[in-house]
C-alpha cells in the first residue's frame, strides 16, 4: 500500500485514493453488513467461547476487489462499512454475519463512514455526495453545490447534531444536516488536503491538512483556524481526541505522533522504526492513544499520561407536555459523552410509563415489561446518539418515563446519567 505523500499534487482521481483504505475486514474490529440479500456470503470462521485476548477471525466479503474502507459502529449494535471497490456499504453482525447494500447509480463511491445523531449511517461518496443509510438498508444521497469539483473524504458527527466532513480535493470542510442542507467552508490555502476530522473537547472541529502541514480548527458556525506544524514536511494524517483533553495525530511523512492542545501549543514524539508511515489514531479504552503503521506493519500506542480514562456521559428524555388518551406520541432519549474520553459499552434504559404500548421501532426492548435498552459500543468525546421510542398512551391522567445511561468507562460525574419526561393524558 503506498502511502500519499504531501512532497507532490494531491491525486488525481479518487481511485488512487483507494488504495490506502484498502485493508482487511478483521472480527477484531467487529464489522457488519445488511440489505437486500445479496449472493450468499463465504461463511465465517466461527469464534470459539472463551477465545484467547488477541486472536483475529477475518470474513471474506461476497466479491474480489471489495477494498473495504471506513468503518464504525452502528446504532442497532452492528458493525458498518464502505466497499470502495464494488460501490456497496457492508454491515456486519458481531456473529460474523454479512450483509451489503448496493448504492444506487454507476458512479456511487463510498468512502468515509459514521454513526449520525439521528439513528442512521452517513458516508462520504467520492463523486460529490454525502449519503445516508438507514440501518434497513434504505439509501438517500445528496449533492454538494459542485459535485464535480469535490471529492468529500472522512466524516464524523458534529457536537452540533450535525455531520462534518472534509473535501480533499476540494479544500472544504462541509456541513450537512440531517435533513440533507449542506454548507461548505474554504479553507484558506489552496492545496491543503484536508484528511481526517474530529470533534475536539473544546467543541469546535479539528481536522488534518496532509498537504499544508497543518492542523486546523472550525467552530460550528464556520469560523476556521489553522496551525502549522514546526516541522516541514509532516505530513498530518490521523487525528483523535485524547482523554488528557489534547488532539493527537499522526505525522505520515514526519514518522512520528503529535499533540496539539486546544490552544495550539505542538509536542512531537518521532516513532523508535524509521520509515513507519503511522496512519489512524484513536484513544483506546486504556488511556493511551493507538495507531496504525501502514508500512510498518505494526500497532503503535503512546502514553497520554493522563491517568484512567473517564467519560462524562449526559442523559435528556423529552416528550409532548401533552397527549389524548390512546393516541401516539414519541419519547426521544439524548445520549452526550461531553469528554474528555470515549465512553465504551454504554447502555441507555428508557423506563416507560405504565401501561403505555410501544408502537414504534423499540430495539432491545424487553418482552413483557415497560424498558427499553439501548446499546453503545463505543461514544467518543463530543459525540452524541438520539433515539426514538413511540408508545401509545396509558390511562392514567399523569404519566412519568425516566432514561438512564451507564458505561463501562468510570464516569465521576453521574448527575446528568437520569432524566425525566412527564407527560398529562387527557380524555377523548
Known amino acids: 500500500m503506498t502511502p500519499r505523500t504531501p512532497g507532490g499534487p494531491p491525486?488525481?482521481?479518487?481511485?488512487?485514493?483507494?488504495?490506502?483504505?484498502?485493508?482487511?475486514?478483521?472480527?477484531?474490529?467487529?464489522?457488519?453488513?445488511?440489505?437486500?440479500?445479496?449472493?450468499?456470503?463465504?461463511?465465517?470462521?466461527?469464534?470459539?467461547?472463551?477465545?484467547?485476548?488477541?486472536?483475529?477471525?477475518?470474513?471474506?466479503?461476497?466479491?474480489?476487489?471489495?477494498?473495504p474502507g471506513g468503518i464504525t459502529a452502528g446504532p442497532d449494535g452492528n458493525l458498518w462499512f464502505s466497499e470502495n471497490g464494488t460501490r456497496k456499504i457492508g454491515r456486519i453482525t458481531p456473529a460474523g454475519q454479512l450483509t451489503e447494500f448496493p448504492l444506487p447509480g454507476d458512479t456511487a463511491d463510498a468512502l468515509g463512514i459514521t454513526a449520525g445523531p439521528d439513528g442512521?449511517?452517513?458516508?462520504?461518496?467520492?463523486?460529490?455526495?454525502?449519503?445516508?443509510i438507514t440501518t434497513a438498508g434504505a439509501v438517500t444521497e445528496y449533492d454538494l453545490p459542485d459535485p464535480g469539483g469535490r471529492q468529500p473524504f472522512a466524516i464524523t458527527t458534529g457536537p452540533d447534531g450535525n455531520l462534518w466532513f472534509t473535501e480533499d480535493p476540494g479544500d472544504r470542510i462541509g456541513r450537512i444536516t440531517t435533513a440533507g442542507v449542506v454548507t461548505e467552508y474554504a479553507l484558506p490555502h489552496p492545496d491543503s488536503g484536508p484528511e481526517s476530522i474530529v470533534t475536539g473537547p473544546d467543541g469546535a472541529l479539528w481536522f488534518t491538512e496532509l498537504f499544508g502541514n497543518r492542523i486546523g480548527r472550525i467552530t460550528t458556525a464556520g469560523v476556521v483556524t489553522e496551525y502549522d506544524l514546526p516541522a516541514a514536511d509532516s505530513g498530518p494524517d490521523g487525528i483523535a481526541t485524547g482523554p488528557d483533553g489534547n488532539l493527537w495525530f499522526t505525522e505520515q511523512i514526519g514518522n512520528a505522533i503529535g499533540r496539539i492542545t486546544p490552544e495550539g501549543e505542538f509536542a512531537r514524539y518521532p516513532l523508535p522504526v524509521a520509515d513507519s508511515f503511522p496512519t489512524r489514531i484513536t484513544a483506546g479504552p486504556d488511556g493511551g492513544m493507538w495507531f496504525t503503521e501502514i508500512a510498518g506493519d505494526r500497532i503503535g500506542r503512546i502514553e497520554v499520561g493522563a491517568g484512567r480514562p473517564k467519560a462524562d456521559l449526559a442523559v435528556r428524555l423529552s416528550a409532548p407536555a401533552t397527549v389524548r388518551e390512546g393516541e401516539e406520541y414519541t419519547y426521544t432519549v439524548t445520549v452526550t459523552d461531553k469528554g474528555p474520553f470515549g465512553a465504551a459499552d454504554a447502555v441507555v434504559t428508557l423506563n416507560l410509563p405504565r401501561g403505555a404500548q410501544v408502537t414504534g421501532a423499540?430495539?432491545?426492548?424487553?418482552?413483557?415489561?415497560?424498558?427499553?435498552?439501548?446499546?453503545?459500543?463505543?461514544?467518543?468525546?463530543?459525540?452524541?446518539?438520539?433515539?426514538?421510542?413511540?408508545?401509545?398512551?396509558?390511562?392514567?391522567?399523569?404519566?412519568?418515563?425516566?432514561?438512564?445511561?451507564?458505561?463501562?468507562?468510570p464516569d465521576p460525574r453521574r448527575g446528568d446519567n437520569t432524566d425525566r419526561a412527564v407527560t398529562r393524558v387527557s380524555r377523548r
Open 120 to 132: 442512521n449511517l452517513w458516508f462520504t461518496d467520492v463523486t460529490g455526495r454525502i449519503g445516508r
Open 362 to 409: 423499540a430495539p432491545a426492548a424487553d418482552p413483557g415489561s415497560h424498558r427499553v435498552s439501548r446499546r453503545i459500543d463505543a461514544l467518543g468525546a463530543g459525540q452524541l446518539r438520539v433515539f426514538h421510542v413511540t408508545v401509545r398512551a396509558a390511562q392514567r391522567p399523569v404519566v412519568v418515563a425516566s432514561a438512564t445511561v451507564r458505561a463501562r468507562t
Open 11 to 67: 491525486p488525481a482521481t479518487a481511485r488512487r485514493r483507494r488504495a490506502r483504505w484498502t485493508l482487511p475486514l478483521a472480527a477484531a474490529l467487529l464489522l457488519g453488513l445488511a440489505g437486500p440479500p445479496s449472493a450468499a456470503a463465504p461463511a465465517p470462521v466461527p469464534v470459539p467461547a472463551g477465545a484467547e485476548t488477541g486472536r483475529i477471525t477475518e470474513y471474506p466479503l461476497p466479491a474480489p476487489g471489495s477494498a
